[in-house]
């Protein structure tokens, strides 16, 4: 009886096996999804009963990375591949416009920047530091000035002692 319950589970065993590739081929044919939840569902088998078959998770493995084979002008690709594909390529175009974007603005930022400084028109690196030095100096031509005029106020006061000093000189004479 025990041999007779084993030789039932073999064949159970192998009556899923052959719909799991049946399965398999079809969605190769087909280019259906291929995936192991996809399959199982499709072959009425767990999942667990692929992963407990190594060689038919490889062959599912296997079929998902590779492409279907063509016959003739045949699509190997199904619509939805198609449109995965086409929605990845719109919005890597759509990063990669961005960023060219970017590049242009950077671009003609610098190339500006050289165009003015090279001109002569553009203003120094350093503006705030040459205004600041600016005020300064200017706060030190304003103190000079008036010690300018302070020591010419002092010169113009020492002439008109001199010159009182060499009138009362000249009298006593």
Do not use: C
């Given at each position: 009886m025990t041999n007779t319950m084993l030789q039932g589970r073999?064949?159970?065993?192998?009556?899923?096996?052959?719909?799991?590739?049946?399965?398999?081929?079809?969605?190769r044919k087909d280019g259906t999804e291929i995936s192991v939840s996809a399959i199982a569902r499709t072959a009425g088998v767990?999942?667990?009963?692929?992963?407990?078959?190594?060689?038919?998770?490889?062959?599912?493995?296997?079929?998902?990375?590779?492409?279907?084979?063509?016959?003739?002008?045949?699509?190997?690709?199904?619509?939805?591949?198609?449109?995965?594909?086409?929605?990845?390529?719109?919005?890597?175009?759509?990063?990669?416009?961005?960023?060219?974007?970017?590049?242009?603005?950077?671009?003609?930022?610098?190339?500006?920047?050289?165009?003015?400084?090279?001109?002569?028109?553009?203003?120094?690196?350093d503006v705030d530091q040459l205004q600041r030095q600016i005020v300064t100096l200017e706060q030190q031509i304003a103190e000079l000035r008036a010690q300018l005029e302070e020591r010419d106020q002092e010169l113009d006061a020492a002439r008109a002692a001199n010159r009182e000093l060499f009138a009362s000189m000249n009298k006593r004479h």
């Open positions: 073999q064949a159970d065993s192998a009556r899923r096996r052959q719909r799991v590739l049946k399965a398999l081929n079809a969605a767990d999942r667990t009963f692929l992963y407990r078959h190594p060689d038919l998770l490889a062959q599912v493995h296997t079929a998902q990375t590779t492409p279907a084979p063509t016959e003739g002008n045949a699509a190997p690709v199904t619509m939805a591949s198609l449109r995965a594909d086409l929605a990845n390529s719109q919005a890597r175009i759509t990063r990669l416009a961005g960023h060219n974007k970017q590049l242009e603005k950077k671009l003609s930022e610098l190339l500006g920047e050289d165009a003015w400084r090279e001109s002569g028109l553009g203003a120094p690196a």
